[in-house]
């Protein structure tokens, strides 16, 4: 049951987060919109660009089992602690202009889908999922724009997400 709960949340509320996500940054962004249109083959790199802005988890927990430091902090042994991922992502120690959004940014990565032994394990079902989303947007729409007030976030601490809004899409 915590398997299947587990694969329900993990799979659907990240998914369906990134995507909207991904809308509003490309209707935010029509110069990186063209990029796409013009090259549907950029729809992997964008979904990295994408994954890096908007990481759907943004933060993760973890309960050291034994005390540790690590670069002055210490971390004691039955402690939870947690980890943004959102700041990981925008390190501007790893990314020049950490706020600017770059479909052919490098380097090609962020801490989005976590690291180590427990990295997320519908990584590359979500990359396809985003990807296939990207490239029917890139080639079978003539149009696409948002419409009304820019969305808010919703006001979870370890859920980034977008409130709804509207967009109007132009079939090719
Ligand atoms: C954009 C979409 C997704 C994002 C951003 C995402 C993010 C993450 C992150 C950050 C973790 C690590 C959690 C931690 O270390 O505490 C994780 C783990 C996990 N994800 Fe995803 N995920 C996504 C899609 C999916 C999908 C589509 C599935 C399944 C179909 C899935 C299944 C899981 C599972 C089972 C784990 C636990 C792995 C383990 O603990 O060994 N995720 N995910």
Do not use: Y
């Not at 110069?31 to 802005?53: S, V």
């Not at 042994?77 to 490098?106: C, H, Q, T, W, Y």
Request: charged share 25%; net charge neutral; proline share 7%.
């Amino acid at each position: 049951m915590t398997l299947v709960i587990n694969l329900i949340f993990g799979g659907h509320d990240t998914s369906r987060s990134v995507l909207t996500s991904a809308i509003a940054l490309l209707t935010a962004h029509p110069g990186e919109l063209e990029k796409l249109r013009r090259e549907p083959d950029r729809a992997p790199a964008a979904t990295e660009e994408i994954l890096r802005m908007e990481a759907p988890v943004a933060v993760l927990g973890r309960e050291p089992t034994e005390t540790v430091e690590t670069r002055g902090t210490k971390l004691e042994a039955g402690k939870m602690f947690f980890l943004s991922v959102l700041a990981a992502n925008r390190d501007p120690a790893v990314f020049s202009e950490p706020d600017r959004f770059d479909i052919d940014r490098e380097p090609k990565r962020s801490f989005s889908f976590g690291w180590g032994s427990h990295f997320c394990l519908g990584a590359a079902l979500a990359r396809a999922e985003v990807q296939g989303t990207l490239r029917g947007i890139a080639c079978d729409t003539k149009a696409i724009e948002r419409i009304g007030p820019p969305p808010a976030q919703v006001p979870f601490v370890s859920i980034r997400r977008l409130e709804s809004f509207r967009i109007r899409v132009e079939a090719d």
